[in-house]
């Protein structure tokens, strides 16, 4: 029927389209690198699907010299059966939207493929698509320019393998700002990846540089090891992650269970979640499970045992402090809040995680009391120290009011009072803080020096009271005037919590607040003692995008009369090869800025604080947990593995169009 297959062609040629036009309905955003690496994750996934029906051992990922992605699986191949009119399954696959279906029924499980898009999505936004399959005897070839297939399917060679080759260059005429592979991004997500198929082996290639770099993730031990490597730089308070795994019958079928968890010296909590393999970054019914799991489970262990002591029952939060844990499940048909996965919805899974991990637990518990009673003494501990803080928070709370409105005198505040175009500098140093004051445009920016360094409050959690005691920040708290604490994170938390004014973005006195520290190490360790400040106390004005870091120019580059302000090295190289070209024998004058102090009013206006032409860079959190153990290891002991790594990473901040 060649209608038919016309009809059928104008589709695919259709669904392509679409793709490449509205790309993010697809892949993520376009802007940011996330739809770019999206279409790793895609092809990757199909491959972990293979693994899954108990075909492929190993998955190859290379980022190579072209800006391309080759990623090589030992699965069964995809069908190359003739599938209609002359054009092959595999064809099919390649260029239908959601064909998965068509194929999927059965055996085959799409792993991530709950995202729904398939490879075709991929094919679609590629500048060149190759495809390389060992199958039913035969090598296969075909290539496809932005979803286009430039020939048919060929068989190419005898071959006795079988498994799936897929190279693709991104069309770079549809990504912009991020346009290049983030080797780290790549390598932390697969190595996540292959935590979460025990015995799945991953190499991870980046060949774009001279130096290849090569990493082999496998996994034998599964969840339990990503627990341990969770914890690879922390105390923890016994040797061995527990590790849980049951599966009970649900409405649409068998769901699987799979737990392991470790209790650290640490003060926060830390649990990835997923289902399917997908993470659920806003966790969902498999994380409440759990968590009532735990509070049940501890708290009637504890009362029978007589080991409460002076508390009464010990709180959800007391007995998770310092865990590490990952939750994650398998499920016939669940379901989500939104298309993004986030959060997992379906009701039922609560109440079978939570019995798999009461089963587990109690068993565990009663097997090893000295590990029981440690858990509990920490859970006790964690109860007190909640108690001094609430105490001291109040203290603070009431001390702001009876000192007469609660600005503080330091504070260089806006005239405006509208908050969504205020915007408060956090300054290193009185003497920035003087020049601030002065360029600054006083109608909607504030100004608010802090002296030397402030407290590292990551040390401090057992000891809560000096926080709040600290001036500086009671000075930030009460000039932010929006509380502090963070509040409960779900609805089972909000429960033991009351609202006692934690900390809301309602209330922000200003949309922007902006940290403006010395373009140096001391202001790289300043401003993340701040952003950690604001993310055990404050973590919503993070996640809610409130929170910038000001770029101050590295250098003032002088010829004549003309004047460059210079924000990077390379930078300064290229201005500096400008000039020297204009004329050989110029008098170049280079002046390194070495702080803030340095510029007067106007330069600081000019270069850093005027909305028109300044760069911010806006803090954002990927993912709350990787946050977490970011800021364990930023403001650990090892003072000089923190100072280079704080130089290097201190937190994901991306280029903000202003
Ligand atoms: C459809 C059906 C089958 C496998 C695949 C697709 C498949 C897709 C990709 C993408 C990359 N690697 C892949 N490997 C396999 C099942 C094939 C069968 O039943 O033999």
């Not at 003692?529 to 404050?538: A, E, V």
């Amino acid at each position: 029927m060649s209608d038919d297959y016309g009809a059928d062609s104008i589709q695919v040629l259709e669904g392509l389209e679409a793709v490449r036009k509205r790309p993010g309905m697809y892949l993520g955003d376009p802007h940011d690198g996330s739809a770019l690496h999206h279409c790793i994750w895609e092809v990757v996934d199909n491959a972990v699907d293979e693994h899954l029906a108990g075909y492929n051992p190993t998955i190859e990922v290379n980022v190579e010299k072209d800006g391309s992605i080759t990623v090589i699986d030992h699965g069964r191949g995809i069908p190359v059966s003739q599938h209609e009119e002359g054009v092959s399954a595999a064809e099919v696959i390649m260029t239908k939207l959601h064909a998965g279906g068509k194929f999927d029924n059965e055996a085959y499980k799409v792993a991530g493929g709950l995202h729904g898009v398939g490879v075709s999505a991929v094919n679609a936004v590629s500048e060149y698509l190759e495809m390389i399959i060992h199958r039913d005897g035969k090598e296969w070839y075909q290539k496809y320019a932005r979803g286009v297939p430039e020939g048919r399917l060929d068989s190419i060679a005898d071959s006795e393998k079988t498994g799936t080759i897929i190279r693709f260059k991104p069309d770079l005429t549809i990504f912009s700002d991020v346009i290049e592979f983030d080797f780290d991004q790549i390598n932390t997500r697969l190595r996540r990846t292959a935590f979460l198929n025990a015995g799945l082996e991953i190499i991870v290639r980046d060949l774009r540089a001279d130096e290849e770099v090569i990493i082999e993730h496998k996994y034998d031990g599964g969840l339990k090891e990503y627990v341990g490597w969770m914890n690879d730089k922390k105390e923890v308070l016994h040797e061995d992650p527990l590790h849980i795994l049951g599966s009970k019958e649900g409405d649409k079928g068998e769901v699987h269970v799979e737990v392991s968890l470790q209790w650290t010296g640490a003060y926060t909590e830390n649990i990835h979640c997923f289902t399917n393999i997908i993470h659920n970054s806003d966790g969902g019914t498999h994380l409440s499970g759990l968590k009532s799991a735990l509070t049940r489970t501890i708290n009637s262990y504890a009362q029978s045992r007589k080991l409460l002591k002076n508390v009464n029952s010990l709180s959800g939060e007391d007995i998770r402090e310092g865990i590490s844990a990952v939750v994650s499940i398998k499920h016939p048909d669940p379901s989500f809040n939104a298309q993004t996965k986030a959060k997992l919805v379906t009701s039922e899974v609560a109440g079978i995680v939570e019995s798999v991990v009461n089963d587990k637990l109690g068993e565990f518990f009663e097997e090893n009391p000295a590990f029981a009673k440690i858990i509990i003494e920490k859970a006790v501990l964690s109860s007190k120290a909640r108690e001094a803080a609430r105490k001291a928070r109040d203290l603070t709370r009431r001390k702001g009011v009876l000192e007469g409105g609660g600005l503080p005198g330091k504070l260089a505040d806006c005239q405006s009072r509208d908050p969504s175009e205020c915007e408060i500098y956090i300054v290193e140093g009185d003497s920035a803080g003087g020049s601030a004051k002065t360029g600054r445009d006083r109608r909607t920016q504030a100004i608010l020096p802090l002296r030397g360094k402030i407290l590292n409050v990551e040390r401090q959690q057992r000891n809560i009271a000096k926080v709040f005691q600290n001036q500086e920040i009671q000075t930030m708290i009460r000039a932010l005037g929006a509380g502090v604490g963070n509040p409960p994170e779900d609805e089972e938390e909000e429960q033991e919590n009351k609202d006692e004014g934690l900390f809301n973005t309602d209330k922000l006195r200003y949309d922007k607040i902006i940290l403006m520290t010395d373009a140096d190490v001391d202001g790289a360790h300043i401003r993340t003692l701040i952003l950690t400040f604001l993310w055990r106390f404050m973590k919503p004005a993070i996640m809610q995008g409130h929170v910038y870091v000001a770029q101050p120019p590295l250098y003032q580059i002088t010829r004549g009369r003309k004047s460059h302000y210079v924000y990077t090295d390379e930078e300064r190289d290229v201005i500096i090869e400008e000039l020297r070209g204009e004329s050989e024998n110029a008098k170049i004058n280079i002046q390194r800025y070495k702080g803030l102090g340095e510029m007067n009013p106007e330069q600081l206006w000019e270069t850093t604080m005027d909305p028109a032409v300044r760069t911010l860079l806006q803090v954002t959190v990927e993912d709350a947990s990787e946050a977490d153990r970011l800021f364990e290891i930023l403001m650990g002991e090892d003072v000089a593995e923190r100072r280079s790594f704080i130089e290097k990473n201190a937190l994901e901040v991306t280029n903000l169009d202003v």
